[in-house]
């Protein structure tokens, strides 16, 4: 295949294609017609000799070639953009932009709100794709550009991933009003008398709290394994279970429910989580003003610095 003869332009295109999953999306997220897009599309196809895409339901799938193909294209694009970024400045106000965030979803109801408010304010033309982070492809998906910036919990993580060190969070612990044995303190006693609902994802295990009560020599009841905080604030409204969690989204998740948040019975380690970035955007103008708007919107930050991962 020669370089030369190919519009370099078809490849974001192709890109479009593949991250939106249709013509129509791709369309609107170029600016460009659906007629124009399907004939980038068939441009595409002649050059490469190979469908690319095929259609199944509303969505076009990505042939074997294009998954191939679209990883090194990501990141080629990215080094394509950082440097037309450092020549010409990113102006909030006026630059068209979309950021894609990793973002677990127990923090998505606590960070999206305030950084929404942030970015539609001082930045009309911004877009914002918060995804789930796949943590065995975090390294590549910030070094291709699928991903602008990560948030999750300490990672093994390469060099070229730079990380700082940002939330901070206590666990509290979440029962109905009315509970016949919890009133307004919870003692260490009563807490471990108690049936618990653990929400994780993992199938086997204990919680972060479990570790803390390990090392007490103690240990609870896990009456309910679940995969989710919300789901688990629904049932303790209606049971007498007891649920720890972390302490802004159970101040969130139980918004509307009639629950009480109490501090935990004894000291549990921090829920602490980290924002990664690719080193190649360290003073992109761009991805710079994007993580201090998740800076900003976070319920807590600390250690200002940044470093990178040592393994």
Same mark, same amino acid.
């Given at each position: 295949?020669?370089?030369?003869?190919l519009?370099?332009?078809?490849?974001?295109?192709?890109?479009?294609?593949?991250?939106?999953?249709?013509?129509?999306?791709?369309a609107?997220?170029?600016h460009?017609?659906q007629?124009?897009?399907? $004939?980038?599309?068939?441009?595409?196809r002649?050059?490469? +000799?190979?469908? /690319?895409?095929?259609?199944? +339901?509303?969505?076009?799938?990505?042939?074997?070639? =294009?998954? #191939?193909?679209?990883?090194?294209?990501?990141?080629?694009?990215?080094?394509?953009?950082?440097?037309?970024h450092?020549?010409?400045?990113?102006?909030?106000?006026?630059? *068209?932009?979309r950021?894609? /965030?990793?973002?677990?979803?127990?923090?998505?109801?606590? %960070?999206? *709100?305030?950084?929404?408010?942030s970015?539609?304010?001082a930045?009309?033309?911004v877009?914002?794709?918060?995804?789930?982070?796949?943590?065995?492809?975090?390294?590549?998906?910030?070094?291709?550009?699928?991903?602008?910036?990560?948030?999750?919990?300490?990672? *093994?993580l390469?060099?070229?991933?730079? @990380?700082?060190?940002?939330?901070?969070d206590?666990?509290?612990?979440?029962?109905?009003?009315?509970?016949p044995?919890? +009133?307004?303190r %919870?003692? /260490?006693a009563?807490?471990? =008398?108690q049936? $618990?609902?653990?929400?994780?994802?993992?199938?086997?295990?204990?919680?972060?709290?479990?570790?803390s009560l =390990?090392?007490l020599?103690?240990?609870?009841?896990?009456?309910?394994?679940?995969? $989710?905080y919300?789901?688990?604030?629904?049932?303790?409204?209606?049971?007498?279970?007891?649920?720890?969690?972390?302490?802004?989204?159970?101040r969130?998740?139980?918004?509307? %429910?009639? #629950?009480?948040?109490?501090? =935990?019975?004894?000291?549990?380690?921090?829920?602490?989580?980290?924002?990664?970035? $690719?080193?190649n955007?360290?003073?992109?103008?761009?991805?710079?003003?994007? @993580?201090?708007?998740?800076?900003?919107?976070?319920?807590?930050?600390?250690?200002?610095?940044?470093?990178?991962?040592? +393994?």
């Amino acid at each position: 295949m020669n370089l030369r003869q190919l519009d370099l332009n078809l490849l974001v295109v192709l890109d479009a294609i593949y991250s939106e999953g249709g013509i129509t999306a791709a369309a609107r997220r170029l600016h460009l017609t659906q007629p124009a897009v399907t $004939h980038a599309l068939n441009r595409l196809r002649q050059h490469f +000799g190979d469908p /690319l895409f095929v259609r199944e +339901g509303r969505q076009m799938l990505p042939t074997p070639m =294009a998954r #191939n193909l679209i990883r090194p294209l990501k990141r080629s694009l990215r080094s394509i953009e950082i440097m037309l970024h450092e020549v010409d400045r990113f102006e909030p106000a006026t630059t *068209p932009r979309r950021f894609s /965030l990793g973002v677990r979803d127990v923090l998505e109801s606590v %960070l999206l *709100p305030p950084l929404m408010r942030s970015i539609t304010k001082a930045a009309p033309l911004v877009d914002l794709e918060a995804v789930q982070t796949v943590r065995r492809t975090l390294a590549s998906d910030l070094d291709s550009g699928e991903l602008d910036a990560a948030i999750d919990v300490l990672l *093994p993580l390469p060099d070229s991933i730079h @990380r700082q060190r940002i939330v901070f969070d206590r666990f509290v612990v979440v029962a109905r009003k009315g509970h016949p044995d919890v +009133g307004k303190r %919870l003692s /260490l006693a009563t807490y471990l =008398a108690q049936d $618990h609902v653990l929400a994780t994802v993992r199938r086997t295990g204990g919680g972060m709290e479990d570790v803390s009560l =390990a090392q007490l020599g103690q240990t609870r009841r896990i009456r309910l394994r679940c995969q $989710h905080y919300f789901a688990a604030c629904r049932v303790v409204s209606e049971t007498n279970l007891i649920l720890t969690m972390p302490e802004n989204y159970a101040r969130v998740a139980n918004a509307g %429910l009639d #629950n009480q948040v109490l501090p =935990a019975p004894v000291d549990m380690t921090p829920l602490d989580g980290y924002l990664y970035w $690719h080193r190649n955007v360290e003073n992109d103008p761009a991805n710079r003003w994007f @993580r201090e708007q998740v800076l900003g919107a976070l319920p807590g930050v600390q250690d200002t610095g940044h470093h990178q991962n040592r +393994g």
